[in-house]
């Protein structure tokens, strides 16, 4: 299976700051098939990202992602207040379906 | 606006079956879509479970799948998933999922039920 590893395990920033959050897989992503999500506490999480740079339906524009292969990105251009919370990545390009282990994003 | 809900005990005995159903509306479970179990341990991270399709084809997690079933109800526009042989460490929230366009990738989620394994 393929193994997702986000960087870093914590990111502190302040509201208007610019966040780079890291996933790098243990083998090439077919098809750019890697999503991001965000999860608040007692929340499901909530799409992003998908096929690596789509951003999915409601989501800001502040939130973009890129990268192929095996390293992938997502930045968020000038965080709001909102958007402190963890953030997974995830790979649907070969089953079984794995996640990162999570990023959280903290307030400085 | 499709919506799920889970619904299942919140307590299951160690080395018994856990049973949960999703239920969806606003959105046929008879679509191009496949539909996901997906669960968290207190304060982990996210693990994919398997899927199904409305014909019945099923895809599981290799680390679960003697362990796991998923079936559909389309009169009832619900699916379910069991899980048998618990111990603690199946004790998570359990969320159902839609697949998006492509499948694996996660656009419509329910708000997740905990399950927890104790005596």
């Known amino acids: 299976e393929i193994v997702l590893t986000q960087s870093p395990g914590t990111l502190s920033l302040s509201p208007g700051e610019r966040a780079t959050l890291s996933c790098r897989a243990s083998q090439s992503v077919s098809s750019s098939y890697l999503a991001w999500y965000q999860q608040k506490p007692g929340q499901a999480p909530r799409l992003l990202i998908y096929g690596a740079s789509s951003r999915a339906t409601g989501i800001p524009d502040r939130f973009s992602g890129s990268g192929s292969g095996t390293d992938f990105t997502l930045t968020i251009s000038r965080l709001e207040p909102e958007d402190f919370a963890v953030f997974y990545c995830q790979q649907y390009g070969s089953s079984p379906w794995t996640f990162g282990q999570g990023t959280k994003v903290e307030i400085k | 606006q499709v919506q799920l809900q889970e619904s299942g005990p919140g307590l299951v005995k160690p080395s018994g079956t856990l049973s949960l159903t999703c239920a969806v509306s606003?959105?046929?479970?008879?679509?191009?879509?496949?539909w996901s179990w997906v669960r968290q341990p207190p304060g982990k991270g996210l693990e994919w479970i398997g899927e199904i399709y409305h014909s019945g084809i099923t895809n599981y997690n290799p680390s679960l799948k003697s362990r796991v079933t998923i079936s559909v109800d389309k009169s009832k526009n619900q699916f379910s998933l069991k899980l048998n042989s618990v111990t603690a460490a199946d004790t998570a929230v359990y969320f159902c999922?839609?697949?998006?366009?492509?499948?694996?990738?996660?656009?419509?989620w329910g708000q997740g039920t905990l399950v927890t394994v104790s005596s």
């Open positions: 606003g959105g046929s479970i008879s679509s191009s879509n496949w």
């Open positions: 999922a839609r697949d998006g366009e492509v499948q694996g990738d996660f656009d419509y």
